[in-house]
């Protein structure tokens, strides 16, 4: 059974129309996606299937649950992380964390949740003096105290360093491996290619784009880019270019064989391609693509 079902969601805030009919389906342990520009109506998705809003039509089922009917039974079953936690900033994390321990069905023990996110030294901290990034992670280890099934992640990483990114990556993935099912929204698009399994791009309410992760991006072109030799018309280049300025960029499904062919054309002529970057297509050829 699918751990997340979507079928025909709209969600409207008077007149507007924030989510167009979107419909997905998340398999129970598998980490999805959600991508989008802002104001693409990711967090709106986010909101609905935690319960937070009610949809204004469509269906909407978690682990089974309708989570604006059945929102008591669910919030037993599932961890979110918002984008702006409503923090106290004057209690310490070891405190803020212990009082959500009191609200959550077989909570985590207090140091178990701190070391998970990377906080144990800053326990005794009071969460006003805590960095963005660092607030970031107790909101992640409050999302992940009591083991839910579900976790919901609005921009997990944002304002995270590096370290901490990929810190949090690997717990994600290890949630997952353990059967957490994992629906995340980023801006990142590196850090959904390196996550999901699959994903869905939503552009102004609307999926432009979804699927398996690896097959969507096998199913797209790569790109071989060079400087333009000089004195070379690009119709004499064995293969179709698009010219950004002195830089020529062939996508092609087969990069690596795309820029033999132009590697054999070059050397045949006693030419050198400068610059030359090959690589395989990512998410982000796909965003640019499909948000045209
Ligand atoms: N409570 C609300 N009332 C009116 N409009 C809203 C409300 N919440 C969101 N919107 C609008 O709905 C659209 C989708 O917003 P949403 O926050 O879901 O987008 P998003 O993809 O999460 O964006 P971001 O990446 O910036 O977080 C936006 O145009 C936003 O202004």
Redesign the pocket.
């Known amino acids: 059974m699918s751990a997340i079902q979507v079928s025909g969601l709209v ?1 409207r ?2 007149a ?1 129309e ?2 167009k009919g979107v419909s997905f389906e998340v398999g129970e342990g598998e980490i999805f996606a ?1 991508l ?12 609905v299937l935690a319960g937070f ?1 009610r949809p204004s039509s469509g269906t909407v089922r978690v682990l089974g649950l309708d989570p604006a009917g059945q929102r008591g039974e669910l919030r037993r079953r599932i961890g979110v992380m918002v ?1 702006e936690a409503g923090f106290f900033p004057d209690l310490t994390v070891a405190r803020t964390v212990e009082t959500w321990r009191d609200f959550t069905a077989a909570p985590r023990p207090l140091a178990e949740a701190l070391d998970l996110v990377g906080l144990a030294g800053k326990a005794r901290t009071k969460v006003r003096q805590l960095s963005g990034g660092e607030k970031r992670r107790l909101d992640l280890a409050l999302a992940t105290l009591g083991s839910p099934d579900v976790l919901f992640l ?2 997990p990483t944002t304002g995270m360093d590096p370290e901490a990114r990929r810190d949090t990556q690997e717990l994600v993935r290890s949630l997952a491996a353990q059967g957490t099912t994992v629906l995340l ?1 980023t ?1 990142y698009l590196e850090e959904a290619q390196r996550l999901a399994t699959s994903m869905a791009i ?1 552009d102004a ?1 609307k999926i432009i784009a979804a699927g398996g992760v690896a097959e969507t991006l096998a199913a797209q072109n790569g790109r071989v880019a060079f400087r333009m030799p000089p004195g070379v018309d690009p119709g004499e280049l064995p293969l179709p270019v698009t010219l950004d300025g002195d830089l020529a960029i062939c996508l092609a499904d087969d990069p690596d064989l795309a820029a033999q062919t132009l590697l054999s054309w070059a050397a045949a002529r006693g030419l050198r391609l400068t610059g030359l970057d090959v690589r395989a297509a990512t998410l982000e050829d796909l965003f640019l693509d499909r948000s045209l």
């Open positions: 969600k805030y008077g507007f924030a989510v959600l989008g520009r802002n104001g693409a109506g990711k967090t709106t998705v986010v909101e809003q984008q609005d921009e929204t801006h939503l309410g």
